[in-house]
């Protein structure tokens, strides 16, 4: 089976602005906070997919992650 991947704007949730809607990801927080969250080790690191712009996390760790977190394991 193959692994599932997520993008940036399918986790992280942005406000609308202007004439834009806006959009509720996975997580209830800004793409900038997960890239901190990347930045500070606490979140599972992105792999790259096809090119250097094509960036990604992988369902399977992110559902870890979240199980992690429900547990109470930081």
Do not use: H, N
């Not at 209830?28 to 090119?51: D, E, H, N, Q, S």
């Not at 712009?53 to 979240?66: I, N």
Request: glycine share 10%; hydrophobic share 35%.
């Amino acid at each position: 089976m193959q692994p599932r991947y997520l993008r940036i704007r399918e986790l992280a949730s942005t406000p609308a602005r202007d004439d834009k809607p806006g959009r509720q990801g996975r997580y209830p927080v800004a793409p900038a906070t997960i890239w901190r969250w990347v930045k500070l080790g606490t979140f599972p690191a992105p792999v790259k997919l096809g090119g250097p712009q094509t960036t990604a996390w992988r369902v399977d760790e992110l559902d870890a992650w979240d199980a992690k977190r429900a547990t109470g394991g930081q």
